[in-house]
């Protein structure tokens, strides 16, 4: 399995440190985000990796992979406008003949296991495409949540006035290239693109949800990089000093 790994937008939301490192490469205790996600990839097989970036970004990308994992078999796409990662992906369509796994980094899991490998499992079973999902801290209403029925789903919702459950999704998904068909289709803005591709994959297709029962961390703004920080720090001094 392929992954892709959109890694171009600007990093708003943790300004001004990600002016000059890409937010995806702030260390968080020993090591930077990416990597967490990355050695995740390795440990469930994953055999390419597609990163997409802006131009700005390039040089810096391709360094890390150089120094940090040499012998990945890695694939730069460039995206020149941050219109999300809806459009983000159709520009991956070409090396996307099989199911593949998308990866937001900014989202880390920890003490439930891997992610990774509950979506691969979940997909074997299922044959069909794949959405990750949590019980988010705090409301969930401010999330994009799931309709479902015994975890097959009937229904995703943008940030609803009234919960039809707690299951948000967390970022990361397993898609079949029936997603490109339906993209294609779909038009407005970035979170109605995306609430429409996944409505219209379940219906097309089926999609089912796989949810993660242990903590979900968000390293993509201040607090939540520094709550990530302070629940990793232990676990991560602990296997550096073995």
Wanted: charged share 25%.
């Amino acid at each position: 399995m392929k992954v892709v790994i959109p890694c171009a937008g600007w990093g708003t939301r943790m300004y001004p440190v990600s002016k000059t490192l890409p937010k995806e490469l702030l260390p968080i205790v020993n090591k930077p985000i990416l990597t967490y996600v990355i050695e995740e990839c390795i440990e469930n097989n994953i055999e390419e990796y597609i990163i997409i970036v802006n131009p700005y970004k390039l040089y810096i990308y391709e360094q890390y992979f150089k120094n940090d994992f040499p012998d990945l078999k890695v694939k730069f796409v460039i995206q020149n406008e941050m219109t999300g990662w809806v459009d983000a992906i159709v520009l991956c369509e070409y090396y996307l003949k099989e199911p593949f796994a998308l990866i937001l980094p900014d989202n880390l899991f920890i003490n439930d296991g891997s992610m990774l490998k509950k979506m691969i499992d979940m997909h074997k079973e299922k044959g069909c495409s794949i959405m990750a999902v949590s019980i988010p801290n705090g409301d969930p209403r401010k999330y994009g949540l799931v309709r479902h029925d015994n975890y097959k789903m009937l229904e995703f919702v943008e940030k609803p006035e009234v919960a039809p459950s707690n299951l948000a999704h967390n970022g990361w998904d397993i898609f079949t290239p029936k997603l490109f068909e339906i993209v294609k289709r779909m038009e407005g803005e970035e979170n109605m693109k995306a609430t429409n591709t996944f409505n219209q994959l379940i219906q097309e297709e089926g999609m089912y949800v796989c949810e993660y029962k242990g903590e979900w961390l968000d390293t993509g703004n201040p607090k939540g990089f520094v709550d990530s920080f302070m629940k990793l720090v232990d676990r991560e001094l602990l296997d550096s000093s073995n």
